[in-house]
C-alpha cells in the first residue's frame, strides 16, 4: 500500500479532497474525499482534479451579469450590434471534455486538452476553455439564426497585464439554411443580400490574404468558392461593426477625459485580418487592433466545421462563428490597465462605471509602487529522478510546464502578484541540469505593500516551487 501525506501548503479547500502519494520519490495528487460542490451540483473529483480553490470560489461571481461592472457594459455594446440574434448568458461553466474538445475536433492530442493548461474536476469534466464548448448544443437547439453565448472562462495561462486564469468570451454565430432560400437566389446571393443590411463603416482595414488558401487556410469539402467568399465578407463586416463601434465609444471618452500624450484623441484606428487555426473553422481568422504601440489579438473566428452541423442534426445550414474577449475589449473601451481589476471589490474602481451613463475613460485611482523579486532554481535532470536519486523530485526537464509555476504564484500571492516572467535559462554543460531563473513583480492594486509582506510572500512561492514542483534553489 502506498502511503500519503497530507500537504500543508495546500489550500484548506483542495486539503478536503487531496493527499499526496509519495511514490518512488514522486509526488502525486491523489483524491481521498471525492466530492466537489459547485453551487447546486456535486462532481465525483479523481486523480485529474487540478482546479484549486481559489477558482472554484471565484466561480459564482459571474462578472458578465453584474449590473454596472465594465466587463457586462461591454457585453451590452457588442449585443446592441446584433439586434437578431439570440442571447445566451447563462450558461453553467462545468462542461463534459466532450463539449469542449472532443464535438469541437480537437484532436486526441492536443495541448489544450492537457492538465497544464486546463482546468479539470475530473478525467471527463472541466471548467469550459472558451465559450465554443456550448457551439454544438447551440447548433443541435436550433433555436435562431444568429446567436450569442456570453460566460466566464477558465484556462491555466500567463500572469500579466492582460491574462488572467478566468476571463470572459463571447461567442457568436450566424448561419443560413440551403434548402430554404428564396425562389431564384442562390446561396450566396442571398448571403450577400445580409451584408448589404450591415452599417458602413469607413475605417480601413487591412486584410492582405485571400479568403482561403488551398494549404494555409482550405475550404471545406462541399464549400464553394462563391460561398464562403459571402459568409466570410458577412462575418467580417459584422466584427469590424462591432470594433468601430467599440472605438467611436473609447474615442468620445477618451475626447471627454482630456487628451495626454500617451493616448492621443485623435489617433486613427488600425485594424487588420490575420489567417488562423482552429479546429473548428475552416478558413480561420484572427483580428488584431493596433493599441498603444503594438498589434493586439482580440478574437478568432472563422467558417463553421460543416462536421459539427452535420452532428447538431442540421446537415442543410453552413455559417460562420467568432469568439471575442470581453476583458480585453473592456480594456480598450475604458482604458484599464491592468486585467486583475475586473475582480477589485473597491468602490473606487466599481463606482467608475454605469451602464445608463456614456463610458467615460477608468481614472487609476494611484499607482501603487511595484517591488520585483528572482528565484532561480535547477530543474532535476532526467537521470537523477529516474534513478530515484532525490527524495521529493517531481519535475525534470522534461515534463517542466511554466504554467505550473504560474499557478503557483496565483496560489501563493492571489491578485498581489501582477506578472511573472522567465529572465533567464541555460543548461550546465558538464551535468545537463536546466537552469530557470523567474521574475515576479508584486504589486497591489489597493494599497502599498510592506517590505515584510512581499518578503513574506516570495519566501512562501520560492518554498512552494520546492515542495510542489520538486526544483533546488540556487
Ligand atoms: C478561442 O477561444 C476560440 N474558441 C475562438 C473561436 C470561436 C474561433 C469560434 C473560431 C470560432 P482564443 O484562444 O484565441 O480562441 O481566444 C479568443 C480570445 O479570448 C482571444 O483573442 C483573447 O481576446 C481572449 N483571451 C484568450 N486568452 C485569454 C486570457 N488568458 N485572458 C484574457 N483574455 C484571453
Ligand atoms: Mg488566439
Known amino acids: 500500500m502506498v502511503p500519503t501525506y497530507e500537504v500543508d501548503s495546500f489550500s484548506e479547500d483542495t486539503k478536503a479532497f487531496c493527499t499526496i502519494d509519495k511514490r518512488a520519490g514522486v509526488y502525486k495528487q491523489r483524491v481521498t474525499s471525492r466530492d466537489v460542490k459547485i453551487e447546486d451540483k456535486i462532481y465525483q473529483a479523481d486523480e485529474w482534479m487540478n482546479t484549486p480553490s481559489i477558482i472554484l470560489s471565484n466561480i459564482p461571481r459571474r462578472l458578465h451579469l453584474q449590473q454596472d461592472h465594465p466587463v457586462a457594459i461591454t457585453r451590452q455594446l457588442i449585443e446592441s450590434r446584433f439586434p437578431d440574434y439570440k442571447t445566451h448568458n447563462n450558461l453553467f461553466p462545468v462542461v463534459t471534455v466532450g463539449q469542449n474538445f472532443d464535438s469541437l475536433g ?19 469534466t472541466v471548467l469550459r476553455t472558451h465559450t465554443s464548448a456550448h457551439q454544438a448544443d447551440t447548433f443541435r437547439a436550433n433555436e435562431s439564426a444568429g ?17 488572467y486564469p478566468i476571463f470572459h468570451q463571447m461567442e457568436g454565430a450566424r448561419v443560413w439554411d440551403r434548402d430554404a432560400l428564396d425562389a431564384g437566389k442562390s446561396f450566396a446571393q442571398t448571403v450577400w443580400e445580409d451584408v448589404a443590411k450591415i452599417p458602413k463603416h469607413s475605417i480601413t482595414v487591412e486584410d492582405p490574404n485571400p479568403s482561403f488558401h488551398s494549404e494555409r487556410n482550405p475550404l471545406q469539402d462541399g464549400h464553394s468558392a462563391e460561398e464562403v467568399e459571402a459568409m466570410g465578407a458577412h462575418l467580417k463586416r459584422s466584427l469590424e461593426d462591432v470594433v468601430v463601434a467599440i472605438f467611436n465609444a473609447a474615442k468620445s471618452a477618451a475626447a471627454d477625459a482630456g487628451e495626454t500624450p500617451d493616448t492621443p484623441a485623435d489617433e486613427p484606428l488600425k485594424v487588420r485580418w ?84 456614456p463610458i467615460q475613460r477608468f481614472v487609476p485611482f494611484s499607482k501603487y509602487p511595484a517591488c520585483f523579486k528572482d528565484v532561480s532554481f535547477w530543474l532535476r535532470s532526467s537521470t537523477s529522478a529516474a534513478g530515484g536519486l532525490s527524495r521529493n523530485a517531481t519535475t525534470t526537464s522534461h515534463d517542466f510546464h511554466e504554467n505550473d509555476v504560474m499557478e503557483i504564484a496565483r496560489d501563493v500571492c492571489g491578485d498581489l502578484v501582477e506578472d511573472v516572467r522567465l529572465v533567464d535559462e541555460f543548461v550546465h554543460p558538464k551535468t545537463g541540469r536546466r537552469s530557470m531563473c523567474y521574475r515576479t513583480n508584486y504589486r497591489s492594486l489597493e494599497r502599498t505593500l510592506t517590505n515584510e509582506e512581499t518578503n513574506e510572500l516570495h519566501g512562501r512561492f520560492c518554498q512552494q516551487l520546492v515542495e510542489k514542483l520538486g526544483v533546488e534553489l540556487r
Open 106 to 124: 480537437f484532436p486526441a492530442d492536443h495541448i489544450g486538452r492537457s492538465r497544464t493548461d486546463t482546468y479539470y474536476l475530473n478525467k471527463s
Open 147 to 163: 446567436y450569442l453565448i456570453s460566460a466566464d472562462v477558465y484556462r491555466r495561462d500567463a500572469v500579466d497585464r492582460s491574462h
Open 274 to 357: 490575420v489567417e488562423a487555426y482552429f479546429p473548428f473553422t475552416s478558413p480561420s481568422w484572427e483580428l488584431e487592433v493596433y493599441w498603444q504601440g503594438d498589434w493586439l489579438e482580440v478574437l478568432g473566428c472563422g467558417i463553421v466545421k460543416q462536421s459539427i452541423l452535420d452532428n447538431a442534426g442540421v446537415p442543410n445550414k453552413l455559417g460562420w462563428a467568432f469568439g471575442i474577449g470581453l476583458d480585453r475589449i473592456a480594456m480598450l473601451l475604458y482604458w484599464i490597465p491592468d486585467i486583475r481589476l475586473f475582480w477589485s471589490t473597491d468602490p473606487r474602481f466599481l463606482s467608475q462605471f454605469s451602464s445608463t451613463a
